[in-house]
Structures are given as structure tokens and as C-alpha cells.
């Protein structure tokens, strides 16, 4: 547990934590890790999600590999900070799809002792950064992007490729609707969309 003794008592210290990139990253299963290593260390944790993101799972959240964890789908960031009481480490999936109240309220568990770990895509299918995300990585305590591989020629990824027509910034989706490409790959397909 982060913490540290005052006057012969322990005190939480919180923290954020950001894990961003673009799908296909593993961001999801990053996540997934860091909360089971504190379930297992006898925290208590809770993970929350979006309740639009019901792609592999209504209840839990689910990385690409297929690993899961139990979390609680809600509809607006303000909805966890009801929820967050007593708790020791705070997950946060797909944090894109949060309201802009979502950086108050890491801000408002951290300030209270609370290790909050978020996940999300930092950047939308056109390249432009993605709702919150930027915010969020501006107040983080640490920030870890992660990185998928160019499908086309085996780079490190920079942004998830939309290949479904739609213009609208928010699509759920999977492999048969974005491919992870690096930013020369990106450049060459935007060309070629034209």
C-alpha cells in the first residue's frame, strides 16, 4: 500500500495513473494486471467502465486477450465518486468515453488516498486527441503509453485506423473496424482515403 506514517498512524497517499495508447495496445490488459497485483495484495479495489462499452461484456472489463476482471458499468464520471468510498485503488477502462468530470474526479479519490489507474485511447481514429485523455495525462502522478505494431510494416503503432466508413468520433469496435498503424503507415492511408 502507498503510504506512510503520521503520528503513529498510517495515510494513504493517492496517486493517478495513466495508461494510454492506441487499441491493440495492450492498455486494457495492463490495467487488468495492476488490479488484480493489488487485489492480491489485500486492497480493496473497484473497476469502473463506461456502461456504452458492452463489446465483450456488459459487467466485466474485458482485454483484447481475452482476460476479464468484474467492474461496474456506469454512465457519468460523478457515478464514481459515489461508488468510491472505501476503497483502495480505483480503475478506470476506456476513459475516452467519460464526460470532462472525469479529471476532477481522479483528482478528487487521489486527494482523498486513493491509487486511481486509467486507461484509455489517447487519440481518436483521425489522429486528434480523445475527450478527457489529455487532461487526464496532464494531472497524472505517471503515465505509461503503450504501443501496438503497424500492421502494414511492423513500426510501432501512433493510432488506431478506422477502415468502416463513419465519420462520427465514436464507433465501438474491433479488429473487422480499426488496425493499429504507425504514423507513416496512417499518413499513406489517409492519402489513399482521399
Do not use: W
Request: aromatic content about 6%.
Amino acid at each position: 500500500m502507498n503510504s506512510e506514517m503520521t503520528n503513529g498512524e498510517m495515510m494513504r497517499r493517492g496517486r493517478v495513473e495513466v495508461i494510454c495508447g492506441s487499441m491493440f495496445s495492450g492498455k486494457t490488459e495492463e490495467l487488468i494486471r495492476r488490479m488484480k497485483r493489488a487485489q492480491f495484495a489485500r486492497q480493496r479495489v473497484e473497476i469502473f467502465k463506461p456502461a456504452i462499452d458492452v463489446r465483450y461484456s456488459e459487467q466485466n472489463v474485458v482485454s483484447h486477450e481475452g482476460n476479464a476482471i468484474p467492474s461496474t458499468p456506469v454512465d457519468s464520471s460523478a457515478s464514481i465518486l459515489l461508488m468510491g468510498d472505501d476503497i483502495d485503488v480505483v480503475g478506470i477502462d476506456e476513459a475516452q468515453f467519460f464526460d470532462a468530470g472525469i479529471v476532477d474526479v481522479c483528482n478528487q479519490l487521489a486527494n482523498r488516498g486513493v491509487r486511481v489507474i486509467v486507461a484509455g485511447l489517447d487519440l481518436d481514429f483521425r489522429g486528434e486527441p480523445f475527450g478527457p485523455m489529455p487532461a487526464l495525462c496532464a494531472i497524472a502522478d505517471d503515465v505509461l503509453k503503450v504501443h501496438a505494431i503497424c500492421v502494414r510494416c511492423g513500426s510501432l503503432a501512433y493510432v488506431s485506423h478506422r477502415i468502416v466508413e463513419g465519420d462520427k468520433q465514436v464507433l465501438l469496435g474491433e479488429k473487422m473496424e480499426y488496425e493499429p498503424l504507425c504514423r507513416h503507415c496512417y499518413n499513406l492511408a489517409k492519402v489513399h482515403s482521399s
